[in-house]
């Protein structure tokens, strides 16, 4: 039993590390700055950085609830004061929002089970952490080896990896927007995606071989006797 709860906290804990290195770089405002400045986005879109930025953060708070939609959120875009989103970005940002607001479900409902988990593992008076290092060491060494295979995939050729995801993810074809047309996809062309993409990929990366890292010490300071599987 406390190996199958242990597996569980690990899935738990994997979801967590899935959902959480999406949305930290999704509303991690410096991270658009940066990337504004590198894209020549402002420049593009005919905008002041400023005006972009407060765009931004009022897109942001619409993917995080904050605020009811986006058909009216205005900018001066080359000198003419406008309605920022077209009717087409604004439909496909609603799906946008519905695929954040199941990945922070997934990360709270996680959270919580792990939680969960961990107490009723104490409760029944198992090694914790000598069960937890063990399954989160593996799953996540599974999980890195799975994903290595999948950033090699979608590097080999990014933008067809980024249609077929939208292929995936969306019943429709408002995710294809004409820069000649639509702001949206100035504001954020595939290059930011690639850039994200790698933040998200390293993030994943980096809280997995930390994990298994820290698993792997504890591990080699308890007794052998200890690594029995009942």
């Not at 009717?87 to 709270?108: K, P, S, T």
């Not at 591990?219 to 599987?229: C, G």
Request: charged share 20%; net charge neutral.
């Amino acid at each position: 039993m406390r190996w199958v709860m242990g597996y569980a906290a690990a899935l738990c804990l994997l979801l967590i590390i899935v959902s959480q290195s999406i949305i930290f770089p999704t509303f991690f405002m410096p991270f658009y700055r940066w990337q504004y400045n590198r894209l020549d986005v402002a420049e593009t879109i005919q905008i002041e950085e400023e005006e972009l930025m407060r765009v931004t953060v009022e897109l942001l708070d619409y993917m995080r609830n904050r605020r009811d939609s986006i058909a009216d959120i205005r900018a001066v875009v080359d000198g003419e004061e406008r309605y920022f989103f077209s009717d087409i970005e604004i439909r496909h940002m609603i799906d946008v929002l519905h695929l954040y607001d199941i990945a922070f479900r997934v990360r709270n409902v996680s959270f919580f089970a792990l939680v969960a988990l961990v107490l009723a593992m104490i409760l029944i008076r198992c090694n914790v952490f000598f069960v937890l290092s063990r399954c989160i060491r593996e799953i996540l060494a599974g999980f890195l080896i799975l994903s290595t295979m999948l950033v090699v995939i979608i590097a080999i050729n990014f933008e067809r990896a980024f249609d077929i995801f939208h292929h995936i993810f969306f019943n429709n074809d408002y995710w294809v927007l004409d820069p000649r047309v639509d702001l949206l996809i100035n504001m954020v062309p595939i290059y930011f995606f690639i850039h994200i993409s790698i933040f998200i990929a390293a993030l994943m990366a980096v809280s997995s071989i930390l994990l298994i890292v820290a698993g792997t010490i504890y591990l080699r300071k308890m007794p052998r006797t200890t690594f029995s599987r009942p």
